[in-house]
Antibody, heavy 120, light 108 residues
């Protein structure tokens, strides 16, 4: 069955960086893009960007451009997201979610989420 | 940025029909999807490409999208449907992905 298993909770001081991973199983990795979506406490969903799991091409929402990188390792079917220069406003739950490259435009499976807390 | 507006909350009695709207400029020109998120859980896709229901989603969930408004319809609403619902739009030209503001559904 399809599974997206994310790495665990992280705590960082302001100004630091954090790297999250999302290990995929149960489907052909290269047929998909992996997206990252975050949700601040008590707030809605915010799309951050995506990585094409076949080509490695990335696209980002304007608000994250230059501060976020996304990558994938096809040998272990894992996508990663790194965010630098963290502020307390980056405290949120971060989800990975897959999108089929052919039937694009929506996210049919999501990871369990990873809590990131930014605090001094 | 592209804004998608949803009512903050919708209330419905069990067995009645719940309608949750999502408004955006020329939203009908984009594909709309809907996600259900229960407290402390990950979102679950309930409608994609305006009106298509994924396998495993009950038939009481349906969707439409025209003009500036997409609508999620839950017929015969049940207590288990209590959750937050988010619309999401995808622009095939710009490949933008945008989420709505979210609606909390209460089944009284």
């Amino acid at each position: 069955q399809v599974q997206l298993v994310q790495s665990g909770a992280e705590m960082r001081p302001p100004g630091a960086s954090v790297r999250l991973s999302c290990r995929a199983s149960g489907f052909f990795f290269k047929d998909y893009s992996m997206h990252w979506v975050r949700q601040a406490p008590g707030h809605g969903l915010e799309w951050m960007g995506r990585v094409n799991l076949n080509r490695g091409v990335t696209e980002f929402a304007a608000s994250f451009q230059g501060r976020v990188t996304m990558s994938r390792d096809t040998s272990v079917s894992t996508a990663s997201m790194e965010m630098k220069s963290l502020t307390e406003d980056d405290t949120a739950t971060y989800f990975c979610a897959r999108e089929h490259l052919a039937t694009a435009g929506y996210f049919d499976y999501w990871g369990q989420g990873a809590q990131v807390t930014v605090s001094s | 940025s592209y804004e998608l507006s949803q009512p903050p909350s919708v209330s419905v009695s069990p067995g009645q029909t719940a309608r949750i709207t999502c408004s955006g400029d020329k939203l009908g020109d984009r594909y709309a999807s809907w996600y259900q998120q229960k407290s402390g859980q990950s979102p679950v896709l309930v409608i994609y490409q305006d009106d298509t229901r994924p396998s495993g989603i009950p038939e009481r969930f349906s969707g439409s999208n025209s003009g500036n408004t997409a609508t999620l319809i839950i017929s015969g609403t049940q207590h288990i449907d209590e959750a937050d619902y988010y619309c999401q739009a995808w622009d095939t030209t710009t490949r933008r992905y945008d989420f709505g503001t979210g609606t909390s559904l209460t089944v009284l």
